[in-house]
């Protein structure tokens, strides 16, 4: 029967929902939970009453709890906690339903009420923070007035955030439908590139020294050997940095969901995108930028220590035997360009 002055269902004598029955402790338990509410109840402390009859329910989910519960929830004003426990004691097959029926129906015009359909349709819906755990959609839910949020997730793929506006007494209907899988990004390749041979001029004779050509292979050298010490402590910084990488990489996985793929951690769309994704990215960017910085360097000295060794081959003082090999030294034919080109002849 419905909570009156005095009167409370005892949870000896009612159903309850529970696959395993409840022990003499928990029996004991909910009684004297049941007392103390009943008490404040009859005071009109009506949360004092609802927080024994709430711990009660904690205990076991008799039927009776559930028939307090909702009676003391109404008069609070909290009208979807109260028809959740009146779903649940009609739930029970109890012997008077007419009076709980009708509570149920007072309870939902206070409340609003959202059909929601999902694409596809065993997606997971994550409404107000929490996961729903429901049936197959579409789904009626019943909400407090005011403003929800909900998103999906299916197979690593992260919908938009939502935001509805629920308003009492009105069905809002819904389709929440999850993005398309990204295409897949083949490697770019790039266009090809048509050298254009130089054209072949006679030697350039020289009137400079061996003092000069020595400082000249010297200062080459040097340039050469700074050009690879940066490359290759730039690639030291690229190692370190990526070894940093999958340290966040491998701890950002362990605070997600085994269901969310590793590829869908950091996805830019997700609304609840963790705070280690802004440290992975930046992780990523120092190493792309150490590995060109290694790249350039590594080139730069290449092209520095040919351009020393040529200069030292085909200096005047050497220029028979480097004829004898078929090795020239020209300037650039680049107007207001300084330089030289080395060519061979075979």
């Given at each position: 029967m419905?909570l009156?002055?005095?009167?409370?269902?005892?949870?000896?004598?009612?159903?309850?929902?529970?696959?395993?029955p409840?022990?003499?402790?928990?029996?004991?338990?909910?009684?004297?939970?049941?007392?103390?509410?009943?008490?404040?109840?009859?005071?009109?402390?009506?949360?004092?009453?609802?927080?024994?009859?709430?711990?009660?329910?904690?205990?076991?989910?008799?039927?009776?709890?559930?028939?307090?519960l909702?009676?003391?929830?109404?008069?609070?004003?909290?009208?979807?906690?109260?028809?959740?426990?009146?779903?649940?004691?009609?739930?029970?097959?109890?012997?008077?339903?007419?009076?709980?029926?009708?509570?149920?129906?007072?309870?939902?015009?206070?409340?609003?009420?959202?059909?929601?359909?999902?694409?596809?349709?065993?997606?997971?819906?994550?409404?107000?923070?929490?996961d729903?755990?429901?049936?197959?959609?579409?789904?009626?839910?019943w909400?407090?007035?005011?403003?929800?949020?909900?998103?999906?997730?299916?197979?690593?793929?992260?919908?938009?955030?939502?935001?509805?506006d629920?308003?009492a007494?009105?069905?809002?209907?819904?389709?929440?439908?999850?993005?398309?899988?990204?295409?897949?990004?083949?490697?770019?390749?790039?266009?090809?590139?048509?050298?254009?041979?130089?054209p072949?001029?006679?030697?350039?004779p020289?009137?400079?020294?061996?003092?000069?050509?020595?400082?000249?292979?010297?200062?080459?050298g040097?340039?050469?050997?700074?050009?690879?010490?940066?490359?290759?402590?730039?690639?030291?910084?690229?190692?370190?940095?990526?070894?940093?990488?999958?340290?966040?990489?491998?701890?950002?996985?362990?605070?997600?969901?085994?269901?969310?793929?590793?590829?869908?951690?950091?996805?830019?769309?997700?609304?609840?995108?963790?705070?280690?994704?802004?440290?992975?990215?930046?992780?990523?960017?120092?190493?792309?930028?150490?590995?060109?910085?290694?790249?350039?360097f590594?080139?730069?000295?290449?092209?520095?220590?040919a351009?020393?060794?040529?200069?030292?081959?085909?200096?005047?003082?050497?220029?028979?035997?480097?004829?004898a090999?078929?090795?020239?030294?020209?300037?650039?034919?680049?107007?207001?360009?300084?330089?030289?080109?080395?060519?061979t002849?075979?």
């Open positions: 419905l009156g002055g005095a009167t409370v269902v005892g949870p000896a004598h009612a159903q309850s929902s529970a696959t395993e409840a022990t003499t402790e928990q029996v004991q338990g909910v009684k004297t939970l049941v007392a103390k509410g009943a008490a404040a109840y009859r005071k009109n402390d009506f949360k004092s009453a609802r927080a024994a009859f709430a711990e009660a329910w904690s205990v076991y989910p008799y039927a009776s709890v559930a028939l307090s909702a009676d003391v929830e109404m008069r609070l004003g909290r009208y979807l906690e109260a028809a959740r426990h009146w779903e649940f004691y009609l739930a029970s097959d109890p012997p008077e339903t007419e009076q709980a029926k009708a509570q149920l129906a007072e309870c939902r015009k206070h409340l609003g009420s959202l059909r929601l359909e999902v694409e596809p349709r065993d997606a997971d819906v994550v409404l107000d923070g929490a729903l755990d429901h049936e197959p959609p579409p789904w009626l839910l909400l407090e007035p005011g403003t929800h949020t909900l998103f999906g997730r299916y197979m690593g793929r992260i919908s938009e955030g939502h935001s509805l629920v308003a007494g009105v069905e809002h209907h819904f389709t929440l439908s999850l993005p398309s899988p990204p295409p897949l990004l083949g490697p770019t390749v790039p266009p090809p590139q048509t050298e254009t041979a130089a072949r001029r006679e030697p350039v020289s009137s400079r020294g061996s003092s000069t050509r020595t400082v000249v292979v010297a200062g080459g040097v340039l050469t050997a700074a050009a690879f010490t940066v490359a290759i402590v730039s690639g030291l910084q690229a190692q370190a940095v990526d070894r940093r990488r999958l340290t966040l990489l491998a701890d950002l996985h362990r605070a997600e969901p085994d269901y969310v793929p590793q590829n869908g951690l950091c996805w830019v769309g997700r609304p609840d995108r963790p705070a280690l994704c802004t440290e992975l990215d930046s992780e990523i960017d120092t190493h792309q930028s150490s590995v060109k910085r290694a790249n350039a590594y080139l730069t000295g290449g092209i520095v220590g351009v020393t060794v040529a200069t030292f081959l085909l200096w005047p003082s050497s220029n028979k035997a480097a004829q090999t078929g090795l020239t030294l020209s300037p650039l034919p680049i107007a207001g360009s300084r330089g030289l080109q080395l060519g002849t075979f």
